[in-house]
């Protein structure tokens, strides 16, 4: 497994540079992700989706259905693209510490 | 008289390609992205550098396609030769084998229909030709003429690079089989490839994106491939069920666990993820016809990669199902949602691995026809003015299976609908077929040589359309196009055919298809 290098810190990432444990994901790391996810900063509307996902992960253990992302932090599916370019599952998943979404998704 | 009406015939004839001519230079000089065919080294290129490849040089993260961590590389062909062996000892593939190399003459008609060759014009994605890579091996080591050949002259056998070409080879091929409307000795190349992954996965050689899923679903705790617990499902469906009481007027339940229901319905779990719109048309269709249905806890993911790559969890992946089916005492049969790998390896399998009780095995666009056809659904023609255009999968079209049921559905309340120029068993594969859709590292690949010639066909649909909707209803395929249309700039928007149905389904007293929500 490689490590992601942020601040002089390291963390463990699998071959996409999703963290492999959720439990070391903090807001300075969620900032080092975005970076690399092509946002260069991380706005409010940013953090209302991060923070969103993440305590729907701590609930159920899974991102949740898209629709109900968009829906709940009312934002539409095309702004979540604008703010996360590789789009909720690969890039919002990322920068909140999910791990990689598997399968068809 | 005739001769000069056959002249007159002649004369329309000759002026005709010239004008199809000026067309595709039109086409080709302004009004499409499209490329000449690739280079070896373009396609290399396309492999090697992923979209964000910027992002992974500065991770620096090595890009890793196969799984074999930790196995000997040197000893791969002895380990190949004995898979292989031990695979045709224990199934009949033998049998298959010992025909295509008698039949397989090399003609090289099916490069007319291989969607990836059309893109890079390389020999080597030629169907014979890759499925010629097997055969050549199964001549050589397991027919006593190939093996008598080979000591007579000093023929070593299978080599490491030999391996290591079918395991490129093999995931070149998107298996969908439309070389075989084209083969005069009938052959199914994509029969060879699945059984060239087969015997290389048995060795550790395989997509790590499909391995990984294919751990979860059969060992992990939640028991599908997107890891979804059996709370979040709940919730899920709980979410969906608010959407459609607000948006339909009245109340839409996804049954969950009803035991001695009519139908056990499963979807590609990653539905429950990605495609709510697919899944509420589905749940409104088996509202509107009062059918007995039910989702179960226990398994509730129709994707089986085992058709992909290994009989073994092919084989294993439905036996789940079938718990799950005795678990719930279903009466009817399984109900497979939308998506074409999971149906045809369902219908086509899951009565020659059920233990206990066969089944009919129905795809839900086999379902939604026939109640269209008895007309048990009433639907709103004016909710869908868009121009749409039906791209068929073709694990479940290129049979003959389901092709004209999508269509009699479209047709029962689409009045812009346009066909692409390549339809039905002749379909062209999204190219994210054979599961390298779930390969994210190989998207460029993807899009731009295996779904190129999917690309052009939609482009083809959209001019004079009041907007555009590609549908595709299968869950490979909708998250493959989606990335097609993208990444080639097209102006459509990929939908499944219960999207569309969401829309237009009328289910309340009022006569009212859609419910513009309040908030």
Known sequence: MPDFEYNGKKVV???DGFIQDPDVWN??????LAQVEGVDQLTDEHWNIVNYLRNYYQQFGIAPMVRKLCKETKTPLKRVYELFPSGPAKGACKVAGLPKPTGCV | MAGHARTAALGEGVS???AT???VNKLREGETPMKQPLTRDEREKAYALPKKHEVIERQKLPVRYHVEDGLAVEDRPRRFLAAMAAILKHTNYRFVLDHYIRTSAKCSRCTVQCQVFAATGDVNDIPCRRSELLLRVYRRHFTQAGMLRGRLLGDPGLTDEHVQQMAEAFYDCTACRRCQL?????IDHGLITHLGR???AEIGIAPRALVVSTREQLTGETHNTSAIPVAALKDTLGFLEEEMAETKGVEVKFPVDVEGADWLFLAPVSDYMMEAETLMGIACVLHATGESWTIGTGDYDAINYGLFYSDHVLEKVLLMVEEEAKRLKIRKGILIGECGHASRSAKFFYNQFARERKLPVVNILEYTAEQVRAGRLEFDREMIGERVTYHDPCNIARSGWIVEQPREIIRAFIDDFREMSARGRNGVCCGGGGGTVSIDEIRPYRTAI?????AELIRETIAGGKGHYTIAPC????????????????????????DLIYKAIVLSDDGVAWHEPEY
């Open chain 2, 16 to 18: 005709a390609p010239a």
């Open chain 2, 198 to 200: 087969y015997i290389l």
């Open chain 2, 21 to 23: 001519g000026e067309i």
């Open chain 2, 450 to 454: 295996g779904g190129r010639r999917k």
């Open chain 2, 475 to 498: 869950a490979n395929c909708k998250k493959q196009i989606r990335e097609v249309l993208e990444d080639n700039g097209i102006p459509s928007e990929l939908v499944g055919l219960h």
């Open chain 1, 27 to 32: 807001e300075e790391l969620a900032n080092a």
């Open chain 2, 182 to 186: 084209e083969c005069p000795a009938g």
């Open chain 1, 13 to 15: 990432v699998d071959e």
